[in-house]
């Protein structure tokens, strides 16, 4: 018995699909947030976290952000370090540091480092 090819695409489609899903539910794929920090939705996740945080002063604060981002499965840019968030708005002492994640259908997420200082 031979197989009509667009049986063929079918079984072909259902296969990679049984794939992916048993890769993604034993973790050998890190289909989720790419930093790997708190619960991860299938469809979309959005939380922050708050890391540190010192008794702060009474003058009005700054914010620094600086983020990672992946795009698809295959492109990861950025800098989400203390350092550099700090940088993007010339902060010289810190109060406190958040970590903000983004997910849209593992196809883009972020994580984003939030610093608060003077």
Request: aromatic share 12%.
């Given at each position: ?60 604060l700054?914010?620094?952000?600086s ?52």
């Amino acid at each position: 018995m031979k197989l009509s090819s667009k049986s063929k695409k079918k079984t072909f489609a259902a296969a990679i699909l049984s794939i992916l899903f048993a890769l993604w539910t034993s973790h050998c794929a890190n289909l989720g947030q790419p930093q790997g920090l708190g619960p991860t939705g299938l469809l979309y996740a959005s939380y922050s976290l708050g890391l540190s945080e010192r008794n702060l002063p009474k003058l009005p604060l700054k914010k620094g952000k600086s983020c990672v981002k992946r795009y698809g499965f295959f492109f990861t840019s950025g800098n989400a370090s203390i350092g550099s968030a700090a940088n993007t708005s010339g902060i010289l002492e810190i109060y406190r540091i958040e970590k903000e994640a983004t997910n849209y259908l593992s196809l883009y997420s972020s994580l984003c480092t939030i610093v608060w200082g003077i």
